[in-house]
């Protein structure tokens, strides 16, 4: 486990050296992805390998070095393991979000559109890409600014997961009637909205 600011504790460290050593012994190191040791350096472990005086602290030295490198691989290959997951669970939720059945729309606070999904595309008879820049009031009849309003000054620190929803209906200009639920988004200064055809009324809901 890393700590909120990103390093590897103590416990995790030692996991690796020894995941390192293990290798090392059993002569199955990962390939290496870090740099190698400059000729410098390999000149004065040489020069200090060939004295009997520092001999031995010259073998401790380049096991270190050795230990050092295969724990960067390893790391590196975590790394690597890390961010190919992530980039599946990215595709999968945009997948979800994209080609789902309810329309969505992410709404910035001052009530114009950022994104919008193909269903939300659908509904307003436009390409989803064209969506993004134009203002939600655009696509409902005049008059419902206040409404709007409403659904965007959601409270700021509501960003939980268990965040208030506030519902609100809009009418489109075909005489189509909304139903909108509204939370605050996890980026910073926008809005989730769902939306979805009703034929109720705010008194029969």
């Known amino acids: ?6 390093y590897q504790s103590a416990e995790d460290h030692n996991r690796l050296r020894n995941n390192a050593q293990e290798l090392i012994k059993m002569g199955a190191t990962p390939r290496t992805h870090g740099g190698v040791l400059s000729v410098d350096t390999l000149a004065l472990l040489y020069q200090q390998a060939s004295t009997p005086e520092t001999a031995a602290n010259a073998m401790k030295l380049l096991h ?44 910035a606070n001052d009530g114009e559109i950022i994104e919008g999904n193909q269903a939300a595309g659908t509904l307003f008879n ?14 409902l009849t005049p008059g419902q600014k206040g409404v709007v309003n409403r659904l965007l000054k959601t409270p700021e620190n509501e960003i ?4 208030s929803i506030e519902k609100a ?22 809005v989730l909205m769902i939306l979805a055809e009703t034929t109720a009324y705010p008194d029969e809901s």
């Open 64 to 107: 270190e070095l050795q230990t050092h490198q295969v724990e960067l691989d390893l790391l590196h290959e975590q790394l690597k393991a890390n961010e190919h997951e992530a980039n599946e669970e990215l595709a999968h939720y945009k997948s979800v979000y994209e080609c789902a059945p309810v329309a969505y729309l992410i709404v």
């Open 1 to 6: 486990m890393k700590n909120p600011r990103g």
């Open 169 to 190: 209906f809009v009418d489109l200009p075909d005489c189509r009637r909304l139903m909108i639920s509204a939370r605050r988004a996890e980026t910073e200064g926008s």
């Open 160 to 163: 939980s997961a268990s965040a």
């Open 126 to 139: 436009e390409r989803p890409i064209a969506l993004a820049g134009k203002p939600l009031l655009a696509f």
